[in-house]
């Protein structure tokens, strides 16, 4: 089993940057993908990044592509989301979560963290 803790969160004026982190525990973190996804109020869970377990492959919803980047540590069992440009429209609560593939779905992932609020004012 995996868990995992998100930080990094906060409040940040559009055009800021923030760098979320997600620590796993356990040793068989190397061998999972892992996903950022986010939520906003009143809306559904949504996919925004993806990397697989050696992060030769990453993924990217169009709306963040060359703003956001995603890595990860696997000496450090921790995961990265570098936000830059932000916009308001990326406030929401962000998730990452451990899955056995990359896949673009919420429901292919095991494990999930409990969220860090992100909060992008104008």
């Known amino acids: 089993q995996v868990q995992l803790v998100e930080s990094g969160g906060g409040l940040v004026q559009a055009g800021g940057s923030l760098r979320l982190s997600c620590a796993a525990s356990g040793r068989t973190f190397s061998r999972y993908a892992m996903g950022w996804f986010r939520q906003a109020p009143g809306k559904e869970r949504e996919l925004v990044a993806t990397?697989?377990?050696?992060?030769?492959?990453?993924y990217y919803i169009d709306s963040v592509k060359g703003r956001f980047t995603i890595s990860r540590d696997n000496a450090k069992y921790t995961v990265f989301l570098e936000m830059k440009s932000l916009k308001p429209e990326d406030t929401a609560v962000y998730y990452c979560?451990?899955?056995?593939?990359?896949?673009?779905?919420?429901?292919?992932?095991?494990?999930w963290g409990q969220g860090t609020q992100v909060t992008v004012s104008s």
């Open positions: 990397i697989n377990w050696s992060a030769d492959s990453t």
């Open positions: 979560a451990a899955g056995q593939r990359s896949g673009r779905r919420s429901s292919e992932y095991l494990y």
